[in-house]
Nanobody, 123 residues
Framework: AQFVESGGGLVQAGGSLRLSCRTSGFTFEDYSIGWFRQALRKGREGLAC????????LYSEFAKGRFTMSSDNAKKTVYLEMNSLRVEDTAIYYC?????????????????WGQGTEVTVSS
């Protein structure tokens, strides 16, 4: 599995970013895919995921309302739209994939990971 993540960068608080994760090397429609982030000196935390069992999208409590995950099967790409960004959203953002039809609930459950894209939110 291979991933090309992009869209990170420097943005002012209150701004928006759209992250992309283009995948290859596996059957995109069959793998559950998640977005995670890891801030400095913190563990990796889940943001959103797509369950392939029913193609539902689930969000963590702190991602609801500001973050939106979407998927383009034709492009084998997932996106994370982030709005009303805060300084505390500063982190490296990763996409991950797993062959399980029900998306793993923890980072440790995912088999394949992208290299991450850095997001910095300034005050």
């Amino acid at each position: 599995a291979q991933f090309v993540e992009s869209g990170g960068g420097l943005v002012q608080a209150g701004g928006s970013l759209r992250l992309s994760c283009r995948t290859s090397g596996f059957t995109f429609e069959d793998y559950s895919i998640g977005w995670f982030r890891q801030a400095l000196r913190k563990g990796r935390e889940g943001l959103a995921c797509i369950n392939r069992k029913d193609n539902s999208t689930l969000y963590s409590e702190f991602a609801k309302g500001r973050f939106t995950m979407s998927s383009d099967n034709a492009k084998k790409t997932v996106y994370l739209e982030m709005n009303s960004l805060r300084v505390e959203d500063t982190a490296i953002y990763y996409c991950a994939a797993d062959p399980a039809s029900i998306a793993p609930r923890t980072a440790e459950g995912y088999a394949y990971w992208g290299q991450g894209t850095e997001v910095t939110v300034s005050s």
